[in-house]
Nanobody, 125 residues
Framework: QVQLVESGGGLAQAGGSLRLSCAAS????????MGWFRQAPGKERDFVAA????????AYADSVKGRFTISRDNAKNTVYLQMSSLKPEDTAVYYC??????????????????WGQGTQVTVSS
């Protein structure tokens, strides 16, 4: 069992920045790719970004490409999501997750098996 705890959410103005953190409870965290997803009210949970176990590969949703950066520190069992040039449409609950099934692409939510509790990000215009 892996426990994930997200932090860093809050209120930001359009054009501003926030950095989300996701701390994992197990050292084996470093063996897995990690992803960030988000869910706005009344909508499905959508892929945002993912990073390979080594940090050598990253993937982004088109809607955040060039604005968000995913990174990880395996020594700290932590993955980050640096969000810049925020837009009101980025408002959502953000979740981190462990990619547990490599039969799915990085973009596919079905490949992720452990989830954090989520952190709210609200961007005002």
């Amino acid at each position: 069992q892996v426990q994930l705890v997200e932090s860093g959410g809050g209120l930001a103005q359009a054009g501003g920045s926030l950095r989300l953190s996701c701390a994992a409870s197990r050292r084996t965290f470093s063996n897995y790719a990690m992803g960030w997803f988000r869910q706005a009210p009344g909508k499905e949970r959508d892929f945002v970004a993912a990073i390979a176990w080594s940090g050598g590969y990253t993937a982004y949703a088109d809607s955040v490409k060039g604005r968000f950066t995913i990174s990880r520190d395996n020594a700290k069992n932590t993955v980050y999501l640096q969000m810049s040039s925020l837009k009101p449409e980025d408002t959502a609950v953000y979740y981190c997750a462990v990619r547990t099934d490599i039969n799915y692409t990085y973009y596919d939510i079905k490949g992720y098996g452990y989830w954090g509790q989520g952190t709210q990000v609200t961007v005002s215009s």
